[in-house]
């Protein structure tokens, strides 16, 4: 079955616009601390992991400080990959970050033990063909966890999120202006993941909402 494409096609983030995704996500760092350190629970020293669309980094840099893992992320933005990897550097920890495609990620077959993507999957113009490519580049046996927005969200509580982010009153006021008109209208349902999901060659996933969001967890 040919994979459906999304009309929305996702435009990678870059320059100023990619800069200031950054500033305001590092005010939630604790989520990414938090996601690390659940990640690093499932993980064996030496596991190989990928982060698909990483942004600035944040994660796998988390990731890095917890273990001997060895971890890459892939970015469809230039300015992104540049921005993690100067990131990495700075925090001193070894990450490898790479300028690629969901729907083409560039590894071999069964290549890691762990996948991770974190607020970008309701951005994939061809989110099918990014699940089937999840599954090919891991091993037998691995796992994948995607977090991302829920589109049947309630106004009140993406207000509630925003006002926890501890952003100022402009980008405060551009982040609840992008939840509602753009990024709930481009997220997907409980049901509709699934429907997505059933599709792939996963041997086992699980849909959970969260807040205001979705926890998918995966197993080949």
């Known amino acids: 079955m040919k ?4 009309a929305y096609k996702g435009a990678p983030m870059e320059g100023m616009v990619a800069s200031w995704y950054a500033k305001s996500t590092a005010r939630s760092m604790s989520a990414y601390t938090s996601d690390a350190r659940r990640a690093a629970a499932l993980l ?15 994660f796998g840099i988390e990731l890095a400080r ?11 933005s230039r300015s ?5 990897q100067g990131n990495a ?31 970008a999957f309701k951005n994939f113009s061809e989110p099918q063909r990014a699940l089937q490519e999840m599954c090919r580049v891991l091993r037998p046996g691995g796992r994948a966890w995607i977090i991302d927005l829920r589109r049947n969200a ?5 207000n509630q999120e925003v006002a926890r982010m501890g952003l ?11 939840f509602r008109y753009s990024l709930l209208k481009r997220a997907y349902n409980k049901p509709e ?15 959970e909402e969260q807040g205001i969001g979705l926890d998918i967890w995966l197993t080949k």
């Open 168 to 178: 100022g009153l402009f980008s405060a006021w551009l982040t609840r202006l992008a």
């Open 89 to 119: 550097a700075r925090a001193g920890v070894r990450v490898e970050f790479r300028l690629g495609s969901a729907s083409e990620i560039p590894f071999q077959n069964g290549q890691f033990d762990f996948l991770f993507c974190r607020a």
């Open 44 to 58: 064996t020293p030496g596991a190989r992991v990928l982060e698909v669309a990483p942004g600035p980094g944040y």
């Open 193 to 207: 993941f699934e429907r997505l999901l059933a599709q792939t060659e996963f041997g086992h996933f699980m849909v």
């Open 80 to 84: 992104f990959v540049e921005m993690a």
């Open 66 to 76: 917890m273990g001997d893992f060895d971890i890459t992320g892939l970015d469809i």
């Open 154 to 158: 309630s106004l009140a509580s993406i």
């Open 3 to 6: 994979a459906a494409a999304k």
